[in-house]
């Protein structure tokens, strides 16, 4: 039988590999076999032989970060909890290109933009909301104030959305917006209260269309899961 590594297919170089995973906690991640013989995110995404790498689950706190965007061969996104610690997280690798790929692949590889949270409404670097920075400076496709009344939303609650590390989103420069999402889950078992809204809401603004700029396309990683129950 072979090893669990070896069972990651060749990759033809005229192509693009995204993949998704959902890690169960960034600390013990690597406690596991065959990760144990990685060591490094740099190492799992080119074990991996992913040009675009999404991981769920970080739960980490923000003195870890350094380390989850320590990644020599990849641009590395990263958005956790703005309260909670060790809960949910995602990270986003984009591959930096080289010279031996071909000249589309470099293109589909060359990040424009990036982006923390769904909304628009957390603070870029400028310490404005993205939604608020320069049409060049921003990604786009945010819901005006209009469309998110009639979600049932207010701008408090939006901002709310984008609190857990839930979401990044990056422009490429090969016209792709990718988007790294990852719903809250469990609420079937919670019952009514504060968790089911914010669930609730999370799920009805992922489920608005981002619009993108002319000629662009839009891709979603993350995890969707589906529970039956009654609210």
Known sequence: ????????????????????????GGKSLFNYHPWNSLRTYDNLALALNADILSLQELKIQTDA???????????????????????????????????????????????????EGMTGRLLSAEKVQYKDLQPNKAIGGYLEAEEVSQMGLDETSLRRLDTEGRCVVVELAGGTVVFLRILPSQLARIGRGPRVSYGISFCTFEEMPQTPRDGEKCGSHGRYKCQYGSY
Not at 81 to 90: A, L, N, T
């Open 1 to 24: 039988m072979l090893p669990p590594l070896d069972k990651v297919p060749p990759k033809p170089a005229k192509c693009l590999r995204f993949m998704s995973f959902n890690i169960n």
């Open 65 to 115: 970060i350094a380390h989850v965007a320590s990644v020599a061969k990849f641009r590395a996104f990263v958005s956790v909890p703005k309260e909670k610690k060790g809960y949910s997280g995602v990270a986003l690798y984009v591959r930096i290109p080289t010279d031996e790929d071909p000249d589309h692949v470099r293109q589909a590889l060359t990040v424009i933009r990036a982006e």
